[in-house]
């Protein structure tokens, strides 16, 4: 099974400050057919379901603002949020899709 | 507008059965595969299994594939999930998913919860 290691646990943050979370994989998500990332982010607002956010590692689902950026390739992917808002409070996960799929165990953006 | 609506969840005790429905709309319901995924308590996620858009195959987390069991319906655009022998660690929130090879739909979840 690869094992999605998400980091930090919680963070809190000022509205405009900028986040990042981070995603590592046990093995890559670099698929070398057609040069893919099998990494999505989500986020899941309290009492909500999870909302797709990035696929395919940087990605931006249509309707995600553009503060919601995706990056990385291979074993290392990052969410970052600039100019974060109080609708960002949430909890925001990373799934691997290249073998079976795992989740992250999620990051807790709380806003001061 | 997508929709998924997952019914069928309650509280059940341990060993016994459950069948989970979920309704989609708003999509054509056979071309797409779908997924079942759940969240614990404690907001641990796990994809449980998915099933191809024809219902012709299925696939499943290693750990569960034993006791759950996943169907469809095309024609009434749902699909199921038969879980047996539940246990305690099976309480969780049970969500229906449109599976792209990640999931771009949620349900709004369904709770089971497992106890005497």
């Known amino acids: 099974d690869i094992v999605m290691t998400q980091s930090p646990f919680s963070l809190a943050v000022s509205e405009g400050e900028m986040v990042t979370i981070n995603c590592k994989s046990s093995q890559s998500l670099l698929s070398s057919g057609n040069q893919k990332n099998y990494l999505a982010w989500y986020q899941q607002k309290p009492g909500q379901s999870p909302k797709l956010l990035i696929y395919y590692a940087s990605t931006r689902q249509s309707g995600v603002p553009d503060r919601f950026i995706g990056s990385g390739s291979g074993t290392d992917f990052t969410l970052t949020i600039s100019d974060v808002q109080a609708e960002d409070l949430a909890d925001y996960y990373c799934l691997q899709h290249y073998s079976y799929l795992t989740f992250g165990s999620g990051t807790k953006l709380e806003i001061k | 507008e997508v929709q998924l609506v997952e019914s069928g969840g309650g509280l059940v005790q341990p060993g016994a059965s459950l069948k989970l429905s979920c309704v989609a709309s708003g999509f054509t319901f056979s071309d797409y595969w779908m997924s079942w995924v759940r969240q614990t308590p404690g907001k641990t996620m796990e994809w449980i299994g998915d099933i191809k858009y024809d219902g012709s195959y299925t696939n499943y987390a290693p750990s569960l594939k034993n006791r759950f069991t996943i169907s469809r319906d095309n024609a009434k655009s749902t699909l199921y999930l038969q879980m047996s022998n539940v246990r305690s660690e099976d309480t969780a929130t049970y969500y229906c998913?449109?599976?792209?090879?990640?999931?771009?739909?949620w349900g709004q979840g369904v709770m089971v919860t497992v106890s005497s």
């Open positions: 998913t449109r599976d792209v090879r990640y999931f771009d739909y």
